[in-house]
């Protein structure tokens, strides 16, 4: 069942990037993170970057943005 999940949110992911690829003109780059996040990546689908604290960075930016 993993597997299988896994696989399917990888085509999902690859099904995306290419409509997005289509509209845009160029292929977006892809960032993952999560739980579940390389086992997506090693799909055969997904080319994309892991970023195990993306959720903290995005909070840091703002957190910097923010008027004091």
Same mark, same amino acid.
């Given at each position: !069942? =993993?597997?299988?999940?896994? +696989?399917?949110?990888? $085509? *999902? !992911?690859? +099904? ?6 289509? =509209?845009?003109?160029? #292929?977006? $780059?892809?960032? *993952?993170?999560?739980?579940?996040? #390389?086992?997506?990546?090693?799909? %055969? @689908?997904?080319?994309? #970057? =892991?970023? %195990? %604290?993306? =959720?903290?960075?995005? *909070? $840091?930016? *703002?957190?910097?943005? @923010?008027? #004091?």
């Amino acid at each position: !069942i =993993v597997g299988g999940s896994v +696989h399917a949110c990888a $085509a *999902l !992911i690859s +099904h995306a990037l290419s409509e997005a690829g289509r =509209v845009l003109g160029e #292929r977006p $780059a892809l960032m *993952l993170t999560g739980g579940a996040a #390389r086992e997506v990546r090693r799909a %055969d @689908r997904v080319k994309g #970057r =892991v970023l %195990d %604290d993306l =959720v903290l960075r995005g *909070l $840091a930016v *703002l957190q910097r943005q @923010r008027p #004091r």
